[in-house]
């Protein structure tokens, strides 16, 4: 299939985008994306013979707006982005474009908080219900909510948490409820959209944040109070591509621990920041051997590797929780006594 101009749909703009990237980028994103999109990808890219020159400018063109609109509401809000992109580009098209962005990327409930100090937001929801506070900590970032969280008393902290990680959807007549009086006691303006927040990986984004004592204690109670969900969040916590927050003397010591066959397989879909790193860390004969395996290994499955990958995290995760090596965290973790 010959590409010319004319409207596509969102699946075959992205194939036509990792086309005019090439091969080594397209990799790379390739890594990030789940196995069923890169499937989706692949067969939408094999169907395609060429890509004008037109349309590739098009397509960058459009990815380019995008990534500054998504820019722009990070540091600023979606009306901030709105502002400088129709100065940019007009009105018309400026709503195009943020009216391309996931809902994800939209006004989400509690925007007013987050430039908020979190000392400050803390005084204002400390007494509120355990649901409440889940529920505004679920919509901050991360860092903000680890700070907020860390700082709750500790008959709070783990049943705070255990409602962020259980939360899906939220009624927006409570989110605007909340909002009001969370406003009112803060007396910012706030814009409101709503969008499903919480569930695991919210509270594993928080936890990444916090101290480690608040991490240990919320996940002991929560492994008393509902182990299939501790160990969810545990499977989170520390993902492989995380090895790049390790120092040398860690890498070196969980190397130790892992079976080189896995550590073969788990590196076929590592990043090159990864591989140089553990190479880095390992004896030359043995860094050489494990390249001349990579080298000629063939084709293996994507959740092989993945396998591969969690059984060096739970190395690593056994190795921390022992006191042999650390993570880097927030808090009370930059503390050296």
Known sequence: MAVSHGDYTGREKAAMLLISLGPEKSAKIFKH??????????LEIANIRSVSSEDKEKVLEEFYQICLAQDFIAEGGIDYAKEILEQALGAEKALDIINKLTVSLQVRPFDFVRKADPGQLLNFIQNEHPQTIALILAYL???QSATVLSALPQEKQADVARRIATMDRTSPEIIKEVERILEKKL???????????????AIVDILNSVDRGTERYIMETLD???????????KRMFVFEDILQLDNRAVQRFLREVDNADLTLALKGATEEVQSLIFTNMSKRLADQVKEDLE??????????????QKIVNVIRKLEDAGEIIISRGGGDEIIV
């Open 187 to 201: 007396a910012s303006l706030v814009t409101e959209d709503f969008t499903a927040a919480g569930g695991v990986q």
């Open 224 to 234: 008393i109070e509902d182990t299939d969900l501790a160990e969810e969040i545990r």
């Open 141 to 143: 970032k991360p860092i």
């Open 296 to 309: 000629f290994m063939g084709p293996v499955r994507l959740k092989d590797v993945e396998e591969a990958q």
């Open 33 to 42: 994306l789940k196995e069923e999109e890169i499937e989706q990808l692949t």
